[in-house]
C-alpha cells in the first residue's frame, strides 16, 4: 500500500508557465503528463490519485483525459471492487520494431509491445506539426494474430481492387 | 579541448572550441551575411551568429532563411549554426530603450509585451508591468524588481521558445532571471532553477517535436562578482544538474582586466566542467558578453565557445574603469598587438610605415593603408575583425588541447595585451575521448 501512496511523479510545467500555452498544445501536454505518470507507476493508479498529484487539472477534465487515453489504447483499466485502477498499456519491446507509414497529414506508427496479454502489435495514429505531435487513435492485435490480419486486409485492398 | 565536432540535432556541426558573432544593427547584419556567403573559406572557423531577441526583427530580413531572396542562401551560409539570444536580463538590469524595445518584439498576432498577466482588476499586458517598474526609484531595485517580476516571468516562456522555433534557430534559450544581487542571491538562484525547470520541461513536453530537432541552452546570467562568493557553489551545482544540452554563461558587470573577478569567473568554469567530467557528460559551456580574447582564456580553463560582439566592447561592460569608447569612428583589431586601437592611435602605429595596415586579411589587402581606410572604416574595421577572429580561431584549433595555454601565452606575450597573460598559466585537462 506504501508503495501505491508513493507515486513516481514527472516533471510538471508550473501553473503561470501552463497557462500561456495555448489550448490544443496544452491538451497534448496534459494527457502526456497523464501517460508518463501512468507508466511511471506501473503497478497501477486510481482518479483519486492522480487529482491529488496533479492540481494543474480540474478532476472532470482528468477524467476526460482518461476516458480518450482509454479509447486511443494508451492506457487499460482494471475495476477493484468500486474503485478503476488505470495502468500503463504497454511496454515498447525494442526501438527496433518500430515502423512509420506516412500517409498526406500523419503518419501511422506500427511497434511491438508486451502488455498483459503478451505480445501485441500496436498501430497507431500520429499527427505532427512544427511544435508538437498529436497522438490519435490506436489499435492493439495480439501478435500471433497479426499475419491473419495483415492477409484480411490484403483481400480486403484485392476486392476493392476489383470492384 | 574536445577535438571532436558537437553534432547538434539539426544535423550542423559545432566544431570545439568555437567563436560566434554577434551583430547587433542592420549594418553589422549584413556584413556579417556578406563575409558568411562571399568568403567561405576565410570565414569556416567562425560556428555561426547570435541576436538579440530584441534586434531580431531588425536582422532578420538579411539574416533568416525564412526571407525569400532572388538569389538563395549559398550552402555554407545555411550552415552556420543560428542563435536567438531571448537577453531577458535586460528586463531587470538594462536601459530603458532596450526594455521597451524588448516589449515590442512581435509574436504572431502580437508583441511580447501584450502578453497578459494576472493584476488586481483583472488581466494587464505585461508590459504595463515593465513600464512600471522603469518608472520605480532607484533604492532596493533588486528587491523590488523581484517582488514586482517573479511571479510572472514564467508567463512569456511559452512565447520566447516558440519565437525561437518559428525562426528556424539551432539551439533554444530557455527563460531566465539574472543573478544580480548578493544580498538576494539565494532568492535569485531559486527563481533561476525554478524557470530553468519549466524552460526545459516547456521544449521537451510542449515543443516535442521540435525537440527533436533543435539543442537546448539553458542560461545562467550573473553579475560577475557573485562567482567570486559563496553562492558560487549554489550556481554550480545548478548549472551542472539543469539537463540541458548547453550551457550558456552570461557575465553582467564584468570586466576582464580585473584580475580578480576574472579569476572568479575562470575558476568557476572550471569547477563547472570538472562536475561535467565526473558526470560523464560533454555539455558545451558558452560564454556571452565576453571579448574574444578573454574566451580565449576561457579555453584553457574549460568554456568551449565564446559569443562576441563585432569589433566592440561587450554591451554589458558598466565597469566606470572601463567606460564605452567615446571615439565616434570605432576601433580596429590590430592583429599583432591585439588591442582595439582608435583611428589616431593606429595612425601613430603605422605613421612609420607609411600608414600600411598591418594586416592581410582581404579587407585590408584591397585598402592597404589607413588613409584608405578611412573611406570605409566602420564596415573595414569589422570586416576585418571577422577576418582575424577566423584566423586566430583556426590558430587555436590547430594546436593540441594539451598545449593550447603555452600557444596563447606565447601568442599574447608577443602582443600589447599583456593583462591577459595571468589567465594563460592554467591548462584544464580536457577528457579525450
Not at chain 2, 543573478?179 to 539565494?186: D, M, W
Request: aromatic content about 10%; hydrophobic content about 40%.
Amino acid at each position: 500500500m506504501s508503495e501505491v501512496l508513493t507515486m513516481v511523479m514527472p516533471t510538471l510545467l508550473s501553473e503561470e508557465a501552463l497557462q500561456k500555452v495555448p489550448r490544443r498544445e496544452r491538451e497534448e501536454y496534459l494527457k502526456r503528463v497523464i501517460v508518463q505518470t501512468i507508466k511511471n507507476n506501473p503497478e497501477g493508479v486510481t482518479l483519486q490519485m492522480l487529482r491529488e498529484r496533479l492540481k494543474l487539472i480540474g478532476v472532470r477534465t482528468l477524467a476526460k483525459y482518461l476516458q480518450i487515453l482509454k479509447y486511443t489504447n494508451q492506457i487499460y483499466t482494471r475495476n477493484i471492487g468500486p474503485t478503476i485502477l488505470y495502468l500503463p498499456n504497454s511496454q515498447l519491446m525494442h526501438p527496433a520494431f518500430e515502423r512509420t507509414f506516412s500517409l498526406t497529414d500523419k503518419e501511422l506508427k506500427v511497434s511491438l509491445l508486451k502488455n498483459r496479454l503478451g505480445e501485441q502489435v500496436f498501430i497507431q495514429e500520429e499527427r505532427k506539426d512544427k511544435y508538437d505531435r498529436h497522438i490519435g487513435a490506436g489499435i492493439l492485435i495480439p501478435k500471433d494474430a497479426f499475419p491473419a490480419f495483415i492477409r484480411f486486409l490484403r483481400d480486403a485492398c484485392n476486392n476493392m481492387g476489383a470492384t | 579541448m574536445p577535438s571532436w565536432p558537437y553534432l547538434l540535432r539539426s544535423g550542423k556541426r559545432l566544431v570545439l572550441p568555437s567563436l560566434f558573432v554577434r551583430p547587433s544593427t542592420a549594418g553589422e547584419a549584413e556584413i556579417v551575411y556578406k563575409m558568411f556567403s562571399d568568403y567561405p573559406n576565410e570565414t569556416d572557423q567562425i560556428a555561426g551568429f547570435v541576436s538579440s531577441m530584441k534586434d531580431w526583427p531588425t536582422l532578420a530580413p538579411i539574416l533568416s532563411d525564412n526571407v525569400p531572396r532572388i538569389k538563395p542562401d549559398t550552402e555554407y551560409f545555411k550552415q552556420k549554426i543560428r542563435v536567438i539570444d531571448p537577453d531577458i536580463h535586460i528586463l531587470f538590469t538594462g536601459f530603458k530603450i532596450a526594455k521597451r524595445a524588448l516589449m515590442e518584439v512581435p509574436l504572431d498576432n502580437t508583441t511580447l509585451g501584450d502578453i497578459t498577466i494576472p493584476g488586481v482588476m483583472g488581466p494587464v499586458p505585461f508590459k504595463r508591468m515593465v513600464e512600471a517598474a522603469i518608472g520605480e526609484v532607484e533604492s532596493n531595485k533588486a528587491q523590488n524588481y523581484a517582488d514586482r517580476f517573479y511571479s510572472h516571468i514564467g508567463c512569456i516562456t511559452h512565447s520566447i521558445e516558440k519565437f525561437q522555433i518559428d525562426n528556424n534557430m539551432d539551439i533554444i534559450i530557455g527563460n531566465y532571471v539574472p543573478i544580480t544581487s548578493l544580498s538576494l542571491a539565494t532568492r535569485q538562484i531559486e527563481e533561476l532553477r525554478h524557470l530553468t525547470r519549466d524552460s526545459i520541461e516547456m521544449f521537451r513536453g510542449v515543443f516535442t517535436t521540435a525537440s527533436r530537432v533543435k539543442d537546448f541552452m539553458a542560461m545562467i546570467a550573473v553579475n560577475a562578482n557573485i562567482l567570486a562568493s559563496d553562492h558560487s557553489e549554489e550556481i554550480v551545482e545548478l548549472a551542472a544538474n539543469c539537463g540541458a544540452d548547453h550551457l550558456g554563461l552570461k557575465l553582467l558587470n564584468f570586466d576582464d582586466k580585473d584580475p580578480a573577478r576574472a579569476s572568479a569567473v575562470l575558476r568557476f568554469i572550471e569547477d563547472l566542467r570538472s562536475i561535467f567530467d565526473e558526470q560523464k557528460k560533454s555539455t558545451p559551456i558558452h560564454l556571452f558578453n565576453v571579448m574574444s580574447e578573454f574566451a580565449y582564456a576561457a579555453f584553457c580553463h574549460g568554456a568551449t565557445s565564446g559569443f562576441a560582439p563585432l569589433a566592440t566592447i561587450p554591451e554589458l561592460h558598466f565597469d566606470p574603469n572601463n567606460p564605452v569608447s567615446p571615439e565616434l569612428k570605432g576601433r580596429y583589431y590590430h592583429p599583432i598587438d591585439l588591442t582595439y586601437d582608435t583611428y589616431e592611435e593606429l595612425c601613430a602605429k603605422t605613421q612609420t610605415n607609411n600608414f600600411a595596415l598591418p594586416c592581410s586579411c582581404p579587407t585590408c589587402r584591397d585598402y592597404g593603408t589607413v588613409i584608405r581606410a578611412v573611406l570605409r572604416w566602420p564596415s573595414l574595421r569589422k570586416e576585418h575583425w571577422i577576418f582575424d577572429k577566423n584566423e586566430e580561431m583556426g590558430e587555436i584549433r590547430a594546436v593540441p588541447s594539451s598545449t593550447l595555454n603555452i600557444h596563447l601565452k606565447d601568442k599574447f606575450a608577443r602582443s600589447q595585451a599583456t593583462s591577459y597573460l595571468p589567465y594563460f598559466d592554467y591548462m584544464y585537462p580536457y577528457i579525450e575521448v
